[in-house]
């Protein structure tokens, strides 16, 4: 399970977290990535990883543009979608229905909501070569209503 801290334009999400020693405690037991858009942690599963967010809320809230959680290789899902997760409310399973893609390029995040049945190349023509796409399932509530 990893989880995957988005950072917004200006912040270098890494070092601030690193430099401060209350998040630092928090991570001790983590090796976090840096990625150019952010950080992703891994952790042992997802109670786990909802328990590390939940610890880092003050400096999610101040630093972190959006929050991800990847339960499997290539599937993100969003904050509320893996506490639904985690209360067993739900049990997604492939094809998921509400699903979007974040483009990452510039800050800040673009969203382009996934029709159902389609696949992300179907979106290829909105996003550019040098995009950073991730396939993010959420819940019904944040689909947007059709």
């Known amino acids: 399970m990893n989880v995957l801290l988005i950072q917004p334009e200006g912040v270098d999400l890494y070092t601030t977290l690193l430099n401060s020693e209350t998040s630092r405690d928090a991570l001790r037991f983590y090796k976090p ?3 150019e858009y ?3 942690i891994r952790t042992a599963s997802l109670g786990s990883a909802l328990a590390l967010v939940s610890e880092l809320r003050w400096y999610i809230q101040r630093y972190v543009e959006e929050v991800l959680f990847e339960p499997e290789k290539g599937i993100f899902c969003s904050s509320s979608l893996a506490q ?3 209360e067993r409310d739900v049990k997604p399973a492939s094809p998921w229905k509400y699903r979007c893609l974040y483009r990452i390029s510039d800050h800040p995040v673009d969203t382009i909501w996934m029709d159902a049945g ?4 179907a979106y290829a023509d909105q ?3 040098e995009d950073t796409v991730l396939e993010v ?5 944040e689909y947007p209503a059709e």
């Open 33 to 35: 990535d840096r990625l």
């Open 38 to 40: 952010g950080m992703r």
């Open 84 to 86: 639904q997760i985690y």
């Open 118 to 121: 389609t696949t992300p190349q």
């Open 127 to 129: 996003v550019e070569p």
């Open 137 to 141: 399932w959420c819940t019904e509530e």
